[in-house]
């Protein structure tokens, strides 16, 4: 049942249209709820007269203060929400919360009408959203498969059109793999970008909240609401998300190579994941594949060492007080940190030092990588056979990424051919999160299909246009190897760099390939008007430190001055010493490095 709109562009219309109030937006939610008909889904509702009259309480149209505005969400039940129970999924551990977390805090603010707390794998243990005494969510696509977890509830809440967007919580995929099971996007922010504060936490040093949506768009403003820097969380950090813009045109993605697909001997997987690859590739991505050996090494230590005795301090007094209290599972994952010495915490940070050191190449390689987002669906027979198997699976391509401080994307890829979603994931190294938002956005838009399991289509959203530089920002514009996809890109992205836009120059310059050994590169030179040619360019926005760091390392003969584009901006870019062209090749004839270099190899 999807009697309103899915989409907050469609809530938006709708308001601003006068063709529905906040007021009737939440009275139509209930009604979906209890034709859906899924008890499992919530663990506490709000009154819904309550709901009504904080909607009516919301006041005029909202501003761009207000992006959440009259807007029904829900909440994952390990995060406080003022006046209603935190249960975790653990009856007798529940409390009334006395205030909400700061991530509900950031959410009302922007507008937003919290309707109530979703079900979960106990204590947010668990990929599989069945270890829970409140029930099982079903599956929106097949009621004998696992829903995914641990944000079981809020994942199906928005794949069913409950809710269009819902708040849960990733440690090591709860955020990701219940999404990819319900045809939803998964948002897992960069670690620190989003305040746990208020949050029941699973391993502190690697929670995030995440944000479950029926569109990246969506799930990106959402997180634009939430985020930001907060003094009162320890683990909060002063990193950027980023603004979601045009994709740069090239854009390097890796892919697992062959000893690093892992299907569960599910063809129909493996296929739909590859025609997913295959949707970027003709978007133009540059597919590069990847050693996986180092990320899988990773994800082993997730339940060893540290990582399983922060789970259990997390809950140490509740645990030691009270251990029938638990699920089974639960309760026989986290009681084996009690063999867990400081030796062998200590013992587990050091080797995750050495898989981070031997992960680092690959990032020189790529710019985003992209995984299953599950190898393959598992039955919730397959689970009450054996509860842990299927679980671990799940978190194959999810496991390692908090760890290694990536931030990651799910969104919906293409479907098997029995109908099941089939999801992928993008990550990349922490404050990358606005292109990963870009380019799963354009992904999303070429696979299409369906809003979550609803069975509208997905409707049409147009690429961000291309911008300039925000205040704050200075524009560099790059020609040679910098360009995106070429050898020295990295050291524009590891500084922040953010793609504008591709221009060119006026016709008042010209174009050589230098001499020299390493890294193959070309200079620009300022000639006398109407002598020169239109060379291609790409524009990137740098905050100013990083623009004089980047600047700085610039290597004579080139320097950095003012260049003027055919499109009207004059912004700073890469110039050559006119005594350096000596000798070497004029290529102006190509217009730019990358025909060059086609040609080069040709």
Same mark, same amino acid.
């Given at each position: ?15 601003? &249209? ?30 819904? /007269?309550? #709901? ?18 009259? =807007? ?6 390990? =995060? ?7 249960? $975790?999924? $653990? ?93 939803? #996007? ?10 746990? *504060?208020? #949050?029941?936490?699973? $391993? ?6 995440? +944000?479950?949506?029926?569109? +990246? ?34 854009? %390097? ?18 296929? @739909? ?14 597919? *590069? *594949? ?18 399983? /005795? ?5 809950? %140490? ?17 986290? !009681?084996? @940190? ?12 050091? *080797?995750?030092? !050495? ?22 669906? %598992? ?5 009450? /056979? ?20 990536? $931030? ?19 990550? /990349? ?31 049409? &959203?147009? @690429? ?5 530089? &925000?205040?704050?920002?200075? !524009? ?58 239109? =060379? ?67």
């Amino acid at each position: 049942m999807t009697d309103g709109p899915l989409t907050l562009d469609e809530y938006r219309e709708a308001y601003a &249209s006068g063709r529905l109030t906040p007021e009737e937006a939440v009275r139509k939610t209930y009604r979906r709820i209890a034709a859906h008909a899924d008890p499992a889904i919530f663990i506490t509702l709000r009154p819904e /007269a309550d #709901v009504v009259e904080e909607a009516a309480g919301l006041g005029p149209a909202p501003g761009p203060d207000r992006p959440l505005h009259g =807007i029904p969400v829900a909440v994952k039940d390990n =995060i406080d929400v003022a006046g209603l129970p935190t249960t $975790c999924a $653990c009856p007798d551990f529940a409390y009334v919360a006395a205030a909400d977390a700061e991530p509900v805090t950031r959410l009302r603010a922007a507008g937003a009408l919290v309707i109530g707390k979703t079900n979960l794998d106990q204590f947010a243990t668990g990929l599989v959203g069945a270890r829970s005494p409140y029930g099982v969510p079903r599956n929106t696509f097949r009621p004998d498969l696992v829903p995914g977890g641990s944000s079981s509830g809020s994942a199906v809440a928005v794949a069913a059109g409950l809710v269009p967007v819902a708040l849960g919580t990733d440690t090591a995929g709860s955020g990701r793999v219940p999404a990819g099971l319900n045809n939803i #996007v998964g948002l897992k922010p960069t670690l620190g970008a989003v305040s746990t *504060r208020g #949050v029941v936490p699973a $391993c502190r040093t690697l929670d995030c909240v995440s +944000v479950f949506a029926l569109t +990246v768009a969506d799930a990106w403003t959402a997180l634009e609401a939430l985020a930001g820097f907060d003094p009162g969380d320890p683990f909060s950090r002063p990193v950027a998300v980023g603004r979601r813009g045009p994709t740069p045109p090239v854009i %390097r993605v890796g892919v697992p190579d062959a000893a690093s697909r892992r299907f569960g001997g599910d063809p129909l997987a493996e296929a @739909a994941f590859d025609a997913t690859i295959g949707e970027l590739q003709a978007a133009g991505a540059a597919i *590069r *594949r990847v050693d996986m050996a180092p990320f899988f090494a990773t994800a082993a230590l997730l339940y060893d060492g540290p990582w399983v /005795a922060e789970r259990y301090q997390a809950i %140490r007094p509740f645990i030691e007080s009270r251990p029938e209290a638990l699920h089974p599972v639960t309760r026989a994952i986290t !009681e084996r @940190a009690r063999d867990v010495s400081a030796a062998d915490g200590f013992a587990g940070l050091y *080797r995750l030092a !050495e898989l981070r050191r031997e992960a680092e190449p690959v990032w020189r390689g790529i710019d985003v990588l992209a995984v299953p987002t599950f190898p393959h669906p %598992r039955t919730l027979a397959e689970l009450e /056979a054996d509860p842990v198997g299927p679980n671990s699976e799940l978190g194959t391509y999810t496991n390692f990424v908090n760890l290694l401080d990536l $931030c990651g994307l799910a969104v919906p890829g293409r479907m098997r051919t029995d109908g099941l979603p089939a999801g992928v994931t993008l990550l /990349a190294p922490a404050g990358s999160d606005a292109l990963l938002a870009s380019l799963g956005a354009r992904l999303h838009q070429r696979v299409g299909g369906t809003l979550g399991a609803t069975g509208r289509p997905l409707p049409p &959203s147009p @690429a961000p246009p291309s911008e300039g530089a &925000s205040e704050g920002e200075i !524009e560099i514009a790059v020609v040679g190897a910098h360009l995106s996809g070429l050898p020295l890109n990295g050291e524009l992205v590891s500084r922040g760099g953010r793609f504008l836009r591709s221009a060119g120059t006026v016709g008042d310059y010209r174009f050589f390939a230098l001499p020299g050994s390493g890294v193959a590169r070309p200079g620009l030179l300022r000639v006398a008007t109407g002598t020169g040619v239109r =060379i291609e360019v790409e524009v990137w926005a740098l905050a100013p430190a990083e623009f004089g760091r980047f600047v700085a390392d610039v290597p004579a003969p080139l320097g950095i001055g003012t260049l003027r584009l055919d499109d009207g901006t004059s912004p700073k870019g890469f110039l050559v010493e006119a005594e350096a062209i000596r000798g070497a090749e004029d290529i102006s004839a190509h217009g730019g490095w990358r025909a060059y270099l086609r040609q080069a190899a040709s």
